[in-house]
């Protein structure tokens, strides 16, 4: 498994799904801390307090955007001990249609064979419980345009984030 796919129909228009998946605030909220712009090539990183079999920090560059259509981006996870840091980051791509009055959205992990197999075994369950339960989750609370906090308040989320500065977890 070094491609994880997952796709999903969401009865939400193209245009609420992009916020759900480009706000800073809601990618805190659906995966981890960050300091995301959907600009082509803004770096980023994804960034929680240290958990077993998790990656603290994940270093990320935005590649392509075509707004409201696809977002992809490089995903390169940073070891504890930085010897073991992989040279090659894996890509994430989202692709969203028109469908049905809603939204399909495609999401596709390329290039997995750089960690373990049982982290790529854990992505795979991860990227699933997103795209089915917290991307549309998400995305309902987009108005107008705009995302509203507070969909999953951060003492319930899958992280902790107590060393993480609050730009980030905003």
Not at 42 to 60: A, N, S, V, W, Y
Not at 75 to 89: E, G, M, Q, S
Request: charged content about 25%.
């Amino acid at each position: 498994m070094s491609i994880v796919r997952k796709e999903a129909i969401y009865p939400f228009p193209p245009e609420t799904v992009w916020v759900a998946l480009t706000d800073r605030q809601a990618l805190a909220e659906w995966l981890m801390p960050n300091d995301f712009e959907p600009v082509v090539g803004h770096k980023f990183r994804f960034q929680i307090d240290p958990m077993p079999g998790c990656f603290q920090l994940t270093e990320c560059e935005v590649l392509e955007v075509d707004r409201p259509r696809k977002l992809v981006y490089s995903w390169l996870p940073i070891p504890k001990n930085p010897a073991r840091k992989a040279t090659t980051p894996s890509i994430l791509t989202w692709t969203l249609h028109a469908h049905d009055g809603g939204t399909r959205l495609t999401l596709e992990h390329r290039g997995l064979e750089i960690i373990p197999w049982w982290q790529r075994l854990m992505m795979n369950f991860g990227w699933g419980t997103i795209v089915k339960r917290w991307i549309p989750r998400m995305a309902a609370n987009v108005r107008d345009g705009r995302f509203t906090p507070g969909v999953i308040p951060l003492h319930k989320r899958c992280y902790k984030c107590k060393t993480i500065p609050d730009s980030l977890t905003r």
